[in-house]
């Protein structure tokens, strides 16, 4: 296959570009076998499903592309980091050039949209008057919350929440996004809008994003490639 130049602002990426490569790779909880020889290659900018049911192990591979499962065995590549030679010191370094957003928001329910943005980039280096309020700006304009800064998450709806918690992950410009059941406490039409966000900004930013959900259904949103677990194996489809 012909490599494809995407053209995003003044950079130009190759979308062939591998922002994840698991090959051989066996994944346990505590002394239980979750999933076997799992191989998995994700280019950059490239929108994947990853369904099974509940306790078919997703969280638990999406656990050992950042680094809060060790490998058993195999090779995994995230994002440029050699997870085999990835250290306990090195772990922030790659989780930064990581999105994560989980079903329950985790936002600070005492500070302003704007505060748990900047909280956020302050815990990961960023120093005040280096464009940090800039960046706020961008993120909330991106997920469509510009006019929400000043607002209290309590006054925001479950789907304006998770938006927020995009918004944060989306702020150190990740190249990969994971998203574990993060439509799980949204009603459908909520849900769909929110697939359908995460697909844009990967399209636009180059992010590759790897979904997670027991709920089939979402899968008749767009069409984009499917990983399945089942079984203790992890099956590779073309959505
Ligand atoms: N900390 C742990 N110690 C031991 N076993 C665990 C641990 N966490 C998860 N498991 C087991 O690993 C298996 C896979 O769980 P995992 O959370 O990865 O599945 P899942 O597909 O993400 O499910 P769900 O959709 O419910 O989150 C389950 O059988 C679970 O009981």
Redesign the pocket.
């Known amino acids: 296959m012909k490599p494809q130049n995407v053209e995003s602002g003044h950079k130009s990426y190759q979308m062939t570009e591998a922002i994840v490569e698991l090959r051989g790779v066996n994944i346990r909880?505590?002394n239980?076998n979750?999933l076997e020889n799992v191989d998995l290659r994700i280019a950059r900018g490239e929108f994947v499903y990853l369904v099974?049911?509940?306790?078919?192990?997703?969280?638990?591979?999406?656990?050992t592309l950042y680094a809060a499962l060790p490998l058993a065995s195999g090779s995994a590549t995230v994002s440029g980091f050699d997870l085999r030679k990835t250290g306990r010191r090195k772990i922030p370094k790659l989780r930064r050039q990581l999105g994560i957003v989980f079903q329950d928001f985790n936002l600070l329910m005492d500070r302003s949209v704007e505060d748990n943005l900047r909280f956020a980039l302050e815990a990961t280096g960023w120093k005040k008057g280096t464009g940090a309020e800039e960046r706020i700006d961008q993120v909330l304009q991106e997920v469509g919350l510009a006019d929400r800064r000043r607002s209290m998450p309590h006054t925001l709806s479950g789907g304006e929440q998770q938006r927020v918690a995009f918004a944060r992950a989306l702020l150190n410009a990740p190249t990969l996004l994971i998203a574990?059941?993060v439509t799980g406490n949204l009603d459908p039409e909520t849900s769909k809008d929110i697939l359908e966000l995460m697909r844009n900004l990967g399209r636009e930013h180059g992010t590759a994003v790897l979904f997670?959900t027991?709920d089939y259904r979402l899968l008749d949103t767009f069409h984009a490639r499917v990983v399945r677990?089942e079984g203790g194996k992890v099956f590779n489809s073309e959505g």
């Not at 099974?52 to 656990?63: A, H, N, V």
């Open positions: 909880q505590g239980r979750i099974g049911k509940t306790g078919s192990g997703k969280s638990s591979l999406l656990k574990d059941e997670a027991h677990c």
